[in-house]
């Protein structure tokens, strides 16, 4: 049995934690947006700082899921 690179069966594990990765981006990608929005409307010092932190957290959590997206797709790595 031969087995050519349009074979689609090959590529459905692929595809299925390429779809799974992307959902986790969009959601990583969305808390980012929600806590920097967050941040530029503090009303003091002290929320501010909070908002900052959940802003870098959220940041830096978007980073990771998108660098793990990225080895997957472009890499074909799987992440540990």
Request: charged residues 30%; aromatic residues 8%; glycine residues 4%.
């Amino acid at each position: 049995m031969s087995v050519t690179l349009e074979d689609p069966s090959l590529f459905a594990g692929q595809r299925a934690v390429e779809e799974q990765w992307r959902a986790r981006v969009r959601a990583a990608k969305f808390r980012f947006d929600l806590a920097a929005a967050q941040a530029s409307h503090g009303a003091d010092c002290a929320a501010v700082e909070m908002s900052r932190a959940m802003e870098r957290d959220a940041r830096e959590q978007y980073l990771r899921e998108l660098q793990a997206f990225t080895d997957i797709v472009v890499h074909g790595k799987t992440p540990e």
